[in-house]
């Protein structure tokens, strides 16, 4: 086991590595000055030199790089040209509420998902099992963007049952002790016993929260109907069956449990992709994430802040997929073994 | 080898018809083809469809409601029939489609095919690279791409196309590394058939399928990344008709004018549903493992 980590863990180092270079180079590459396009047509050449000094593109492209490099080995991100905050510092702020929005969105498409899978081939062609499979098509054709403005239309605008955006009342006031906003009105409770910072939280996480989970919850339904259905065809569910054994435990306890292999790998996956397709439900929501401030970033071409919050969503979507495969080595020793 | 070649093309012509024949059992595929043919006659005979233009303002008809005039959708905040933008923004959606997987199928079949084919150092560089551009979440590296392009609807079709290559080097390199060893190819080979002539016309005709597939899922799933880079300044500019675009900027409307929100979504929602209807039915049709 220990050596299947280590192996793992050995390749990680050269995809991390190529995919730090990738995100130089690209950037490096790019038409057109850095230092020009931040500083907008109407800068001086005085202007446009200091920049291009600040952050080393007189140099050529190869120290660039070295230079780089040795910045990043040391957790450097740089500076962000337009507030002039650590770019780490800044992500670090920004972390963890992308973070708690993509595990909420992930608890509510897991759930959901395994649970209309299972239904769904349980219930094999019958008309529950056309329809949940009819709307899980239709989740995955569905543009998350879209999906979130008429959420707010319906059930903020129309219906007043949660806020547009945000996550927090901002009439409540509190310093956020690790960032995770439920996670602290949670600890806020316990201490004070006052709940409503856990409540606004909550409150301000469904919407955001399903927008986001649509898709993976779709694939995820779709991916356990499947896997369930070759399960439910193996002997020894016929056997449990016939030796009188309640069917929801059949179900439930004995095909679900040599189901779950692909349903793991999926759910670590889309989990990962969440961080990105994040971008787009927190524009919609105000969502004070990384993706929103990856995206404003980007519309300002702060370049700094650009590859530092490119670096850390990739490495994070890697890290997931290791972890994913580390679990799944657990679950399943042929992986190990092999 | 006539024997060999025979063989081969009878198979594959079975094989497209079977494949043919049972799609039309497959009601799902059925009514996604339908869809999307509905969609291309939009985009081809646009103008002979609505009596408008799609980027004439009016404002004295500023958001009207559907349903209720000769605007059948309604209008947009400058009065603009949303209609006629929808039928006109099919034009866009689906060239962007095409061409962004045409993007990716040629370089991914090329790179693929040469990377599986040939093995050794190329392949071995090659699996690298696609491993490091997959460690990129799709949706980032395409809006990374086309954010350092420049934000146009060109690039963003470039940038789409880009970012789909490795998926596809993945899926041919797969069938490719299944197929060459197979005894037609030995065949073929022992009777002095060159490289690129088992490449290209034994091989690549036998991983067709797959790719076929892949590429069907490709044109929606780029629909949706240009809907989404429109939707964040990235894609169309305005005032072109591009859905995503039609979105975003109904954004300041959700709470006054619910159809300049909805429609533009309603197309992209279909037509995308179309290509994945089309697509899942192919797969069960051409995927010999799927259809036990």
């Known amino acids: 086991m220990l050596k299947y980590i280590l192996k793992r863990l050995s390749l990680l180092i050269p995809t991390l590595f190529g995919v730090i270079t990738l995100v130089f180079f690209m950037i490096a590459l790019a038409p057109g000055d850095p230092a020009r396009v931040m500083l907008g047509e109407r800068a001086t050449a005085e202007q446009v030199e200091l920049i291009r000094r600040e952050l080393g593109l007189d140099k050529p492209l190869i120290v660039q790089y070295g230079l780089y490099m040795k910045r990043i080995i040391k957790l450097d991100l740089g500076k962000s040209i337009k507030s002039g905050q650590k770019v780490s510092e800044e992500i670090r702020d920004h972390f963890p509420a992308t973070i708690e929005l993509a595990i909420w969105a992930m608890i509510f498409s897991t759930i959901v998902g395994i649970f209309i899978g299972v239904l769904s081939a349980t219930k094999k062609n019958s008309w529950i099992d056309f329809g949940s499979m009819t709307g899980a098509l239709m989740g995955v054709s569905m543009p998350v963007f879209w999906l979130a403005l008429v959420l707010i239309m319906v059930f903020s605008v129309n219906l007043d049952m949660f806020p547009t955006g945000g996550r927090m009342n901002i009439r409540f006031y509190f310093t956020p002790i690790t960032g995770f906003y439920v996670f602290d009105g949670l600890l806020i409770l316990i201490k004070t016993g006052d709940p409503k910072i856990l409540f606004s939280a909550l409150h301000h996480m469904v919407l955001p929260a399903i927008a986001l989970g649509t898709i993976p919850l779709a694939i995820i339904a779709r991916i356990t109907r499947s896997s369930m259905l070759e399960v439910l065809n193996q002997d020894y569910i016929k056997t449990a069956r016939s030796a009188g054994i309640k069917e929801r435990i059949v179900i439930y306890r004995y095909a679900l449990k040599n189901a779950l292999l692909p349903i793991i790998t999926i759910i670590g996956l889309q989990f990962g992709l969440l961080m990105a397709g994040a971008i787009l439900t927190e524009t919609v929501f105000a969502w004070p994430g990384l993706g929103k401030w990856v995206y404003h970033a980007i519309e300002a071409r702060d370049y700094p802040a650009v590859q530092g919050g490119i670096i850390v969503i990739s490495i994070t979507f890697v890290l997931i997929n290791l972890v994913v495969d580390i679990l799944y080595s657990v679950v399943n020793p042929k992986i190990r073994l092999s | 080898m006539d024997i060999t070649i025979t063989t081969n093309k009878l198979e594959k012509n079975s094989l497209m018809k079977e494949a043919l024949f049972q799609l039309k059992g497959n009601k799902p595929a059925i009514i996604g083809f339908l869809i999307i043919v509905s969609f291309l006659i939009m985009a081809f005979f646009a103008p002979f469809l609505t009596p408008f233009e799609p980027e004439t303002q009016d404002i004295s008809l500023r958001k009207m409601g559907p349903f209720i005039s000769n605007h059948i959708l309604g209008t947009d905040d400058f009065g603009r029939d949303l209609l006629t933008r929808i039928i006109y923004g099919s034009r866009i959606s689906l060239t962007i489609g095409t061409i962004s997987v045409g993007i990716s199928l040629t ?14 150092w190329f392949d071995n560089i090659v699996q690298r690279f696609v491993d490091i551009m997959l460690a990129f979440p799709y949706i980032l590296l395409t809006i990374v791409i086309v954010a350092l392009l420049g934000p146009s609807l060109t690039n963003a079709m470039i940038a789409i196309g880009i970012s789909q290559i490795p998926s596809y080097i993945r899926v041919v ?16 080979r022992s009777l002095g058939a060159s490289n690129t002539e088992l490449m290209f016309k034994s091989i690549l005709p036998n991983c067709i399928a797959p790719i076929f597939v892949q590429a069907t899922l490709g044109v929606g799933n780029a629909i949706l990344s240009s809907a989404a880079l429109s939707f964040l ?15 975003a900027s109904s954004r300041e409307f959700v709470t006054s004018a619910w159809w300049i929100v909805t429609f533009p979504g309603v197309a992209v929602f279909l037509t995308v549903l179309g290509f994945n209807l089309l697509a899942d039915g192919l797969r069960d049709v051409l995927d010999p493992r799927m259809r036990s």
């Open chain 2, 107 to 120: 370089f991914g079949i090329l790179i693929g095919l040469v990377s599986g084919y040939y093995g050794g």
């Open chain 2, 173 to 188: 390199r797969a069938s490719v590394l299944a197929e060459k060893e197979s005894d037609y190819v030995t065949a073929e």
């Open chain 2, 233 to 247: 300044g990235l894609g169309a500019q305005p005032p072109t008709p591009e859905w995503g675009l039609m979105i």
